[in-house]
């Protein structure tokens, strides 16, 4: 009952008309309500998650990492996260010997 009478004390909205081409950029558009969990009450969004928890570990459908699995997960993270920042530095030393490419002279005279 506690989520429902969170979610009905935001059912309304404001209605927000679609930006167009000769909208003046200088009016301010309303903010829109939050929906959902953004429109409950921190603590209420809280006690649904401790609801949720602890009905998941009762039911068994809750999983527990074991510490190997645990450390499996946090290898396979470091993994993604070196590939990424790897492929960064690769994508930033593209652009600048593009950069360099596109300033050079490259006439051929002869």
């Known amino acids: 009952m506690l989520l429902r009478s969170a ?6 909205s404001v209605d927000i008309a679609a930006p167009t ?27 649904l998650a401790r ?3 602890r009905a998941a570990h ?3 459908r809750a ?7 645990a ?3 946090g290898r396979k ?14 994508d930033a030393s593209l652009r600048i010997s593009t950069v360099a490419l596109d300033d050079a002279d490259l006439t051929c005279s002869g």
């Open 7 to 12: 979610i009905d004390s935001s059912a309304s």
């Open 51 to 53: 609801k949720g928890g």
């Open 21 to 47: 081409a000769t909208a003046d950029a200088s009016i301010p558009r309303p903010r829109r309500k939050p929906q959902g969990f953004a429109a409950m009450k921190r603590e209420v969004v809280a006690e």
């Open 77 to 90: 993270g470091g993994l993604v996260r070196h590939a990424r920042a790897t492929t960064e530095r690769l």
């Open 71 to 73: 450390r499996e997960a």
């Open 63 to 69: 999983h527990q990492f074991t510490s190997e699995q």
């Open 58 to 60: 009762a039911s068994g």
